[in-house]
C-alpha cells in the first residue's frame, strides 16, 4: 500500500465540500481527504459560481491537474459524480496524468443523464420540494428560512449546471471505474450499473441500505467498501507498474 493517496472530493448539489469533512475519523492513515470546493460557496465564496458544466469542469481541472498528487483518486456524490467523471475526461483530453481510479456515488451514468429534468425545476417550490424527496436536508433547514433561501440558490445554479451537461461517446477510460448506490435510491442498480461502458478496466458496484444519501445512512459500511476499492486501484497501478518495467 502506498504511504499517501489523495482523495479528491466532489460535492453533491446544493451542497459544499464540507459535507466531507466528517468522514476524517473513518478514514486510515493512509488516506489524505481533499474536498474540492466550488466556486460560489464555502471558502471560495467570493469567486463566481459557475452555471455551464463545461466552463466548470474546466475550471476544476486546471486546478486538479497543478495541485494533484503522485497517488490521487476522484470521488463525487450525485452532480459531484458527474463533475469528476468530466474532470477525468478533460484531463485525459489534456493528456495529464489521470486518477488511479473514478469513484462514482450516486448518479446515472453519464448515457443515462437527463437535462431536461433539471431544467423544468424552475421555481423556489420545485427546488425546495426536489430537496425534500431527496433526503439528506436536517429538518431544522427548512424551518430557517434565510438558510433554506441560500441552500435553494445553490441547488438552482447547480441544477442548471446539471441540465447543461451534454453525453458524447467518447474513448473508454483506461482506469477502474468504482460506483456505488443506495437500494433505496429512485436512481436504480441499472441506470448506476451503465458506468461500465466509460471503462476498459475494471468496474465495480456496491449497493448500500438507504436512499439517495445511503453514504449518510450507512456511513461507516461505505467508507470501509470505498476504503477497499481505493486500496484495490492502488494494488492494481502498481501491479501495472511492475509489469512494464
Same mark, same amino acid.
Given at each position: 500500500?502506498?504511504? !499517501?493517496?489523495? &482523495?479528491?472530493?466532489?460535492?453533491?448539489?446544493?451542497? *459544499?465540500?464540507?459535507?466531507?469533512?466528517?468522514?476524517?475519523?473513518?478514514?486510515? *492513515?493512509?488516506?489524505?481527504?481533499?474536498?474540492? #470546493?466550488?466556486?460560489?460557496?464555502? *471558502?471560495?465564496?467570493?469567486?463566481?459560481?459557475? #452555471?455551464?458544466?463545461?466552463?466548470?469542469?474546466?475550471?476544476?481541472?486546471?486546478?486538479?491537474? *497543478?495541485?494533484?498528487?503522485?497517488n490521487y483518486v476522484l470521488f463525487g456524490h450525485s452532480m459531484g459524480a458527474l463533475l469528476a467523471y468530466g474532470i477525468t475526461r478533460q484531463l485525459y483530453q489534456l493528456t495529464s496524468r489521470l486518477p488511479d481510479a473514478l469513484l462514482v456515488s450516486g448518479c446515472e451514468a453519464p448515457v443515462r443523464q437527463d437535462g431536461e429534468r433539471y431544467r423544468r425545476i424552475r421555481t423556489e417550490a420545485a427546488l425546495v420540494a426536489d430537496l425534500k424527496k431527496q433526503g439528506g436536508t436536517p429538518e431544522e433547514v427548512f424551518d430557517n428560512p434565510e438558510l433554506l433561501a441560500m441552500i435553494v440558490d445553490l441547488l438552482?445554479?447547480?441544477?442548471?449546471?446539471?441540465?447543461?451537461?451534454?453525453?458524447?461517446? #467518447?474513448? &473508454?477510460?483506461?482506469?477502474?471505474? !468504482?460506483?456505488?448506490g443506495g437500494r433505496s435510491d429512485s436512481i436504480g442498480t441499472d441506470n448506476l450499473s451503465l458506468w461500465q461502458q466509460e471503462g476498459s478496466q475494471i468496474f465495480t458496484l456496491d449497493l448500500f441500505d438507504g436512499g439517495h444519501f445511503f453514504l449518510r445512512e450507512s456511513e461507516a459500511a461505505f467508507v470501509h467498501v470505498l476504503m477497499k476499492r481505493m486500496q484495490e486501484s492502488q494494488v492494481g497501478k502498481m501491479s501495472d507498474s511492475s509489469a512494464v518495467a
Amino acid at each position: 500500500m502506498p504511504s !499517501h493517496v489523495a &482523495l479528491y472530493c466532489l460535492p453533491c448539489a446544493g451542497a *459544499s465540500a464540507v459535507m466531507y469533512l466528517r468522514w476524517k475519523r473513518l478514514l486510515p *492513515s493512509w488516506v489524505e481527504l481533499i474536498p474540492v #470546493e466550488l466556486p460560489g460557496r464555502g *471558502s471560495r465564496l467570493g469567486k463566481n459560481p459557475q #452555471e455551464n458544466y463545461r466552463r466548470l469542469v474546466e475550471i476544476l481541472s486546471q486546478e486538479i491537474q *497543478s495541485a494533484a498528487k503522485e497517488n490521487y483518486v476522484l470521488f463525487g456524490h450525485s452532480m459531484g459524480a458527474l463533475l469528476a467523471y468530466g474532470i477525468t475526461r478533460q484531463l485525459y483530453q489534456l493528456t495529464s496524468r489521470l486518477p488511479d481510479a473514478l469513484l462514482v456515488s450516486g448518479c446515472e451514468a453519464p448515457v443515462r443523464q437527463d437535462g431536461e429534468r433539471y431544467r423544468r425545476i424552475r421555481t423556489e417550490a420545485a427546488l425546495v420540494a426536489d430537496l425534500k424527496k431527496q433526503g439528506g436536508t436536517p429538518e431544522e433547514v427548512f424551518d430557517n428560512p434565510e438558510l433554506l433561501a441560500m441552500i435553494v440558490d445553490l441547488l438552482r445554479i447547480d441544477y442548471r449546471v446539471c441540465g447543461s451537461f451534454e453525453y458524447l461517446k #467518447e474513448e &473508454l477510460l483506461s482506469i477502474p471505474i !468504482h460506483c456505488f448506490g443506495g437500494r433505496s435510491d429512485s436512481i436504480g442498480t441499472d441506470n448506476l450499473s451503465l458506468w461500465q461502458q466509460e471503462g476498459s478496466q475494471i468496474f465495480t458496484l456496491d449497493l448500500f441500505d438507504g436512499g439517495h444519501f445511503f453514504l449518510r445512512e450507512s456511513e461507516a459500511a461505505f467508507v470501509h467498501v470505498l476504503m477497499k476499492r481505493m486500496q484495490e486501484s492502488q494494488v492494481g497501478k502498481m501491479s501495472d507498474s511492475s509489469a512494464v518495467a
